[in-house]
Each structure stands twice: as C-alpha cells, then as structure tokens.
C-alpha cells in the first residue's frame, strides 16, 4: 500500500467550447477501488480517456506506474486491463476466442495464455458458454465476456468505465463481486459509474466530478461528513400548522423542517436518538401521524448538497 | 407520421450516395448522347486502317491517299505493341503493311513474283478484314491492268483511284407503309433511358434496402410494436416513406434526363418512354424492399446491388443491344424485368421492330412483375413475423 | 503477436461468411451471365450474316453469281437460269464451300418491290438491292463506260469473242478460285474444261458489257448497311477489271498474275485470346480484386481508438498499433487472394474463358491486385471519421466507376480512353489489374505485364505508407 499508481495533475481537456475535464488532480493508490462518481457528460470517460493515452489533451501530467503515460508506454499498457463502456467483442468470434484474442495482444505463450484464459472464463462464470457466439448470450452475460476480456491477462490496474450498464441486478452483484475480488487479488480499479449504490457498497474511495470538476474526494464517510445533513425523519401527516413547524423546529439538532405532499420532513446535523426525540416530541402534541422513517444521507445528498442538483438525472 | 420523418431522416443521410451515382451516370451520358448529330444521311461505318509504309515512293502514297478516301486512316506509331492494342480494342480494324519495292514491282509490268506486297496485321478475321484484303487486291489490279494498258504509274493510280472511289448508290427511304418514327425519342437519346436499370436498381438497393433494413431492426421493430404507432400504421407510414423515396430518385433522373436531352421531353415517344422508366422504377424499389426483408449487411446490400444491376443489365440489353445477344440469350432475358423496360425502350427509339399495342405489352410484363413482387413481399413479411416470434432462443443464466 | 493477429483477422474474415459468400458469389453469377451473353458473339470472327432483298426489274445473272458466291439466296419467285449463269454460279458457290466455317455474308431473298418494302418495313431484311437496266443501254448500245464503248466497235467475229470469254472466264476461275488450273491454255480448252458451248461464251461476253444500274435502299445507317454498300461496290470493281483483262485479252501480262489475289500476306499480331469479350472476364477479376476496398476497412476501424471500441481496446494493449495493422493486412490479403484465386479458376476451368498459356501468371496478376484492393482499402478506411457504411458505399461507387472507365459495362470505354487519355488507363488500378490480363494473353513480349505489375505495387507501397501516416497519430482530439 502506499505506492501511487496513478498520477493526474491538472489535467485539461477541451473540445472546441466545451470543457470536459477542468483542471483535475487525482492520485490513485495501489490496492486501492477507486470510484469515478458523476453524471453523465461530467467528464468520467473523457478522463479515463486522457488516462490511457486514447485522447489528446490540453494541459496537466498524467503519470502511470510512476511513469509519465505514452501512447508508446507498452511496459504500462501491458499492466493495465480495461473494460470500456461499450461492449467491444467480435460477433463472429465465440466466448473463448474472443477472450483469446483480446488476451493475445498481452500475453505471448501459449500455455499460459490458454491457462489465463480458462482462468477468466471460471472467474466471470460463463464456463457453460464458451463455445456461444456473443449474439446468443443475453445483456449480462456479454458484460461479464466484456469484462473477461479486459482482465483475462491479469493486469494489476484495472480499469472499467461503467460496466453494469444496462445489466440485471443478478449480473450486477456478479460484477461487483468480482471487482472485489480482483481487488483482493491485488489489482488496483478504476470504476466510474452514476450509480452511488455501487460506488458505496464497493469502492475505497471515490471521487465525484461535475462539469469536469472534481467536487469533492474521500471515502464514503469522508463524503458524507461533508454536509451538514446526517439524518433525515419523515412522518406522513396532515398539513401541519405553523406551531406544530415550530416545535419540531426546536427540536435537538435540527436545522429544517419542510412539509410537503403528505410528508413531514426535518432535517439533523448530527447528534444521537434524532428519530427518538422526534417521535416523543410529536407524541406530546397529539397530532395524528402514519408512516416514520429515518434515513442517513446518501451519495445524492451530497452530490446534490454540492451542486444543487440531483446526481441521476432521470436515467 | 413519425415513423415516415424518421424514413426520410435516415434517406437524408444517403445523399451524398445518390449524388454520386447521378453525377457518375450524367458525366457517362452528356458525352454519349451528344457525342454527334443525329444521323439523318447515309453514313457509312467506315473501316479503321493503319497504314505502314516502308516503301515511302510515289506509289505507295498513292495508295495511302486511295486509301483515305475510302476508309478512316488512323495513324499509329511503327511499334507493334501499339498496333496491338489499337487491333485488340478495335480502333483500327487492320493494319496495312506497304512492303519495299511496291513501286519497282508495280511499274515492271513483267513482274510475275508471288512474293506478297503488303502484309496486313491483324487481331481477328473479320468483315472489315476481309474487305480491306479484298480493296487491296482490287487496287493492284486495277494498277496492273493499266500499267499493262502502257499507263505511267501516275496515271495509273488516278484511275484506280478513280474507280475504286466509285461509290455504290445507297439512300435511306422511309418505304411505304413504315410507322412513322417519333423524332422526338432519338436512338441516341434512348441511350440515357437504355443505362437507367443498372442506376435505378443499384441505388435502390443500396440505399432504400439500408434504410428499410434499419427501420426493421429487430429492436427497432420491437419497440415500434410496443409504442402507440398502430404496427398496420407503421407498416403504411413505411410503404408511403418507400413511395415517396422512389418517386423522389425516379423525379430526378428524369430531370436530369432532360438536361441530356436539352429540354422538357417532346411526343409521345418520349412520354411513353417516361412511363417506361416509372414502372421500372417501382420495380426497381420492390427488388430493393424484398431483398431488405431478409436483413442483410452493408457489404452484402452493395454486392447483391451489384449482381443484379450488373447482371440483369448485361443478360437484357441495357449496355449491350439486345440485338447483339444471341436468341438463346434473349429468350433467358425474358424472366427479368430489365428484358420488358430495354425491349420497350428499343421499339420507342426504333431500334427494335413493333408498334405500339407491342410496347403496350412490355408495359403489362412490367406490371405484372409489379404485382409477382409485391405478392412476394406480402408473403415473406408474414412468414417472417411468424418465425421471429418462434425462434427466439436465447441464454440466460445470470 | 503477429501471428496471434493473423489467425483471427483470418478466422473474422472468414466466418464473416455472408460477405464471403458473395464475394465469390458475385463474380460468379456475373461471369455465368457474361459468358452468356457474349460467349457466342465473336464466335464468327464478328461476322455475321445479312439478310438483303433484291429486286430484279432486269435480272442478271452475273450478279446473281456473285450473290450466291457471298453468301445463300432463296426466292420467292422462279429465276430463269442460263446455261452460263448455272456456271457461273457453280464455279462459285464451288469455291464456297470449300470454306464451310465461313458464315455466309448474305442472306439473300429475291423478290418484289412491295414485298422487299415489307420486309425492310418490319426489319426482316437491312435492305434492298435495286437491279436495273443500265442507263441508257436499250437506245444505244453503247454504254457510258469508254472500254465499253471500245468493244462495242473492235470485233463480231465468234472467233474474238471466243478467244475473249474464255479469257475472262479465265479470270474469273483465278480471281475466284485461285487454282490457275488453266495457266497455259488456249480458249477452246477452257470452254470444253468448263463444258461451255460457244455460245455460253458469247452470252456470258454479254453478261460483262451489260452492267447492271444497281442500288440500295436502306431504312438507317449501320454496319450491316454498310456491308451491303461494299458489296456491291466490290462487284462494280471486279466487273470492271474484269471487263478491262478482257479487252486486253491475249496481249502482254496473262490475266492470271493480275487476278492473282496473293499479293497479301496476312499476319497474326497475336496467338493468345483476341476475343474483346474476354476483357469482361479481365474486368471483372479485376474488380472483384478491387473489391478487397470493402474487406479492408475495418482493418483501420479495429485498430484505430477513435473509430471502433475494438480499437479503443486495442490501443490499450502493448502490442504496437503496427502490429495490429499488419496482422490485419495481412489477414486481409490472405482472404482476398483467396476470393481472386476462387474467381480465377472458376473462370477458367469452369467457364474456359482462355487466357493464354500462362495462367500462373494470372494467378500471380490477381493475387497483386487483391493486395492492391486491400491497401487501398486500409488506406480509405484509415481516412477520416466518416460512417462504416459511408466509406463501403463510397468504395463501391469508386471501384465500379474504375470498373466502368477499364469497360466493364462498354468495352468501347477502355479504347476510347487509351487512344484520347492513355494516362487515366495507367492509373486506373482496375485497368492495371485488365490490362496485365490483356498482354498476359496477347503479348508474347512480359516486360509490359510486369509494368503493370511494377505500378500495382508501387500502389501498394503508397497506400499502406498513406495509411499508416494516417493511422500514425496515436491519440486524438476526440473519440
């Protein structure tokens, strides 16, 4: 641990008007999961892009493995596996050629090619398919042979740039499982999605970029104690009056209180037994109520708390 | 009319496509069509001959100057690989080889000698061969008989000249009886119509296959089922899209046409011809639209747009006159559509024998391959729907 | 790498099977119909026979010999023959049929005006010949031609006239058979070799002063036409010398030297195939090799970040973008010579198309421009952020154009551009491919072929080096 895989300084990349990366630093550390969050057009890609040397860009270092990143740095290239968004297989190729093929262009001897190979296969489970064509394979299966296909030879950075598009939740908990468990096996990854789930429930740490930006970084607790929101109670109720808003206003910690369609909401920043004192509170007043929840502050929140925005627009 | 705006979205594309063929075709036409006046006079397909001198007398000029004024003198370097090829493409039909001492030969009256005076290299046996063998012959003789007559060679060769310069009486008569030929519809400007098959159907398939080939993707196709667009309305939306499309093509090489032809076509013959190519057209399409049901790629959309433009216009006339193809041929041509437009467009032009009701029955070919096509479209949609539904069969072990 | 490359370029290739098969399909079907089409038109040396009506309003039995000695006649009507004109048409359909390849040059159909109108009206007949009494003949005797007007007054006696006919009958026998069989004999030998009586003699001395006025009406103008024009043209000559031998009769030169019509000497320029319709066959190769554009695209495509997903992924790798793309090359050529070879051997052992005794060398012709085809292929490919699909219909609009200027559609092209352009032809890569056929064949001379050769692979080297510069560029402005 410790050693820096990769190195993004002040990277800049514009396209005529558009700016899609905005001066951005990242450092990724070896072993680490790495969660690219953002929505879609914040740049993710682009910088996954100027990472691997695909894309020219206007300012900023970019240094792999210690080394500054070439389109010739084969040393590194030979290190790095990479799963793009978009399913990149030959129809006319099945599962095992495929990932032979694509296994090929890193891997030399045969013997350990054929090992490396069978090895990927067990890996994403599609052992039963080896001999399908791409085409008869469903939306899942073809992003785990995707997948196969980039990690197949091993690499000790790996980088997937949104693979559960479009992936059932069965295949998704595949894919994430095996993320983490590349990443037991040593590998650093690189994961950019817009889906927050996946970034929490995996990823060691994560950085969230809008318009090009990185706007904030750490890991999930780190992010989330960036706002001010830790909890948030909701009470399905009638319209309140003003001096029921009132008391719950004063209540421990709490800093807002909104009603709106039927729901009751007060918003905390820190503090223990929030949800206690407001169900007692409201207990002293008589009012009539129904459902209560609690919720802690999601990715979203901080994302929206950051930008004003929602992070998955309707997707 | 969503998924008609959607048709012409993905035509628009294509246009760059169309543009190239229709400039190709009007480049390959102007020259062609206008390549000479229209020939109302007798004109005789003259024969093409290389002359080599070597013995470069007064004689030998003599000759070459007879020569010329019979046939077309193409003048050729000495070298027999040019000669070759000029033979071989049929730019001269034989090459005559004036062989020295013609003139010392030709002024001994006594000469009795068997060795050739000319030599003739030639490609192939043929009539234009045989003729300039045959004007040779004639010419020595002519030369020896007033030689023999105590003519100086000079005089000798004004004679033959003169005799060999006779010209046949020859006059074009429209006979009695003889349907009147529209003037209006020339042999030379039936030409444009002549090459039209190949373009119609290679644009047709190559651009109104792909569209129709994209708009029933499987996906595609699937979502239209499940949208609020009525399927009996996507499929109407896609006829009109085809119709439209094809109308649109068909316009423009007619306007087109008439830049060849230089302006709006005149006489019936020429509006009959236009009908022609309107039916043919909307073969054209329904070929393009059989063959996009069974979803080919874009490399194999080009290749069968190929065949069967190629092919179909070779087999029935349209580069080649289907009266230089063998009876066999023609009698094979009959089962393509090409075979009814070419056979249609001869009688217009007059190049072909028959009569109106005559080209009346090319046009009823036509429709009835109009009609053969559209029952087959209307057959394989609904097997096709059919079997998509049925053989769906696909892994899923996530 | 290399060869790791190699082996799935090849197994992509191949198992895009779809397009295989209609690469081999294509040329095929298209050369099936070729030979169809145009398999029996040279078949004749290009000759072919005309059908003629003749009208008789005088008939003459001369001329009707001379018919018959061109071609085969039927007639609607029942021809009176004299015992000289049975001779004459003997002696030449004699020598007619000494030929039996020869198709006939005429189709000959004697009959009456309204009927020959009728004929030429519905296209039965190219035209008709008019043969009438020459002018002013009936009221002079005379005759406008001056050697005519020579004999009408030099002799009556049977003895010249014998002497005469015979002599001209003597050259008639070595103008039109050529056997000389009479070299040295005197008249009455030849009348009784030919059993002629004097008086056949006598007739057919009338047969040669007669001249008839012939014409010829025709419906348009034409090869066939003008066939006709000739021919009547060379019988006006040959009357005329005759006419002209006999005057001379019996003074200086025998007739026979001067009728002897073997003063030519022909010469073949070539053994190999001189039928124009083989340049299809040399056309079509050619463009099927030229088709390796189309399979040559995606070599770009898969190997270039900005054009493919496969190409994203490919850069990725440590394996050298030049690797990639030479295996990919490679690939290609492997397959397209393999679609030009099928092609190649289809047509010559299948359909015989004959290409000369060196068919090797096709092979090897085909082979360069399949490699040609290809690189030009990777080249457009390489080219530009146009659509997959834009850049096939864009390369097979350009090779059936190049396939059009070579004479695919007219062979008249490809003649007419090396006579006014020799230069287009030189750098057409179709017509390299044709043109290397066509002296393949004809040429026993090589030096041209392996210059067609040598600027097939000068193409080559330019391409793949174009497209390599252009592929050279390693990251992008944008994906």
Known sequence: MGDTVVKIENLVKKYKELTAVDHLSLEIKKGEIFGLLGPNGSGKTTTISCLLSLLAYNEGNIELFGKPMTPVSYDSKAKIGVILQNVAVFDELNVYENIDCFCGLYIKDKAKRRQYVDEAIEFVGLKDFTKFKPKKLSGGLLRRLNIACGIAHKPELIILDEPTVAVDPQSRNKILEGIEELNRNGATVIYTTHYMEEVEQICTRIAIMDHGKKIAEGTSGELKRMIKNTETVTIEMDEPDSGLLETMKNLENAYEVRWEAGKLKIFFAGGEHNLLNTMDTIRTTGTHFGQVTSELPTLNDVFLTITGKELRDKD | MKVFKLFFKIARAKAGIILLYVVIFLA??????????????????????????????????????????????????????????????????????????????????????????????????????????????????????????????????????????????????????????????????????????????????????????????????????????????????????????????????????????????????????????????????????????????????????????????????????????????????????????????DMLAGIQKGNLSDVGMCFIAEAIYIGVFVVLIVILSARRGGLVRQKKVVANAG | MFFHNLKYEIILNLRAKEVIIWMLAFPIVLSVLYKAA?????????????????????????????????????????????????????????????????????HAIYCREDEAYRMLVNGDVKGIIFVDAPEGMAASGGSVEAGDADMADTDTSEEVTAEWSAEAIKSFLDAFDGSERYQNADAETILAGEGLSLQDAASFKDMLDQKPKLSLKIKSSGMEQSTLKRFLETYGSLTSISGKLADQGGTGTSSSSIMDSDLIEVRKLTEGNTDPFVTYMYNMIAMVALFGMTVALHVALFSEANLSDYGARRSCSPTPKLTTIMSGLCGCYFTQILCVAVCITFQAFVLKVDFGGRLPLVYLGGALGAIMGVSMGFFVGAIGRLKYEAKIGISMAVVMGLSFMSGLMFTGIKASIEMNAPIINDLNPVAIIADSFYYLSVDPDLSRYWGKLAVAGIYTVIFILLGFLMTRRRKYESL
Request: net charge negative.
């Open chain 2, 28 to 345: 390959i036409c102007f020259p062609l069509v206008n390549s000479s006046k229209e020939k109302l006079d007798f004109e005789e397909a003259s024969i093409a001959i290389s002359v080599i001198d070597e013995d470069q007398t007064v004689a030998s000029r003599a000759l070459i100057d007879t020569i010329a004024k019979r046939n077309h003198l193409v003048e050729l370097p000495n070298d027999k690989q040019a000669i070759m090829d000029a033979s071989f493409y049929e730019v001269v039909d034989d090459t005559v080889v004036i062989k020295k001492g013609f003139e010392e030969r030709l002024q001994n009256p006594d000469d009795t000698s068997t060795e050739p005076l000319f030599e003739t290299l030639q490609m192939r046996d043929t009539f234009q061969t045989a003729m300039t063998e045959q004007f040779l012959n004639n010419y020595i003789r002519f030369m020896k008989v007033y030689v023999a007559d105590g003519d100086s060679l000079a005089e000798a060769a004004e004679k033959a000249d003169t005799e060999l310069c006779k010209e046949a009486d020859v006059e074009i008569v429209t006979p009695p009886g003889a349907e009147v030929l529209d003037t209006n519809y020339t042999e030379k400007f039936a030409l444009y119509f002549r090459f039209l098959p190949y373009l119609l159907i290679a644009i047709m398939v190559n651009v109104l296959s792909t569209i129709l080939t994209s708009l029933n993707r499987k996906d595609q196709k699937m979502r239209i089922e499940c949208s609020s667009v009525k399927m009996s309305s996507y499929m109407s939306q896609i006829f009109l899209g085809s119709g439209v499309f094809t109308v649109l093509i068909w316009g423009i090489f007619m306007i087109s046409g008439m830049l060849v032809y230089g302006g709006v076509y005149r006489g019936l013959h020429c509006a009959l011809a236009v009908f022609n190519s309107f039916l043919f057209a909307v073969i054209a399409a329904l070929i393009a639209i059989l063959i996009s049901s069974f979803n080919p790629n874009g490399t194999v959309v080009n290749m069968i747009a190929q065949i069967l433009g190629l092919g179909m216009s070779f087999l029935c006339g349209a580069f080649v006159p289907q009266a230089m193809l063998g009876d066999g041929v023609n009698m094979v041509a009959r089962i393509f559509p090409v075979y009814w437009f070419e056979k249609a467009n």
């Open chain 3, 38 to 106: 145009f398999g029996n038109i040279y078949e004749n040396g290009g000759i072919t026979t005309v059908p003629v009506a003749i009208v008789e309003n005088e008939p003459d039995e001369m001329f009707r010999a001379m018919v018959d000695f061109m071609g085969e006649s039927e007639s609607t009507y029942a021809q009176d023959e004299s015992n000289i004109g049975s001779w004459l048409s003997k002696t030449m359909q004699q020598k007619e049929q000494d030929d039996p390849q020869q198709k006939p040059l005429l």
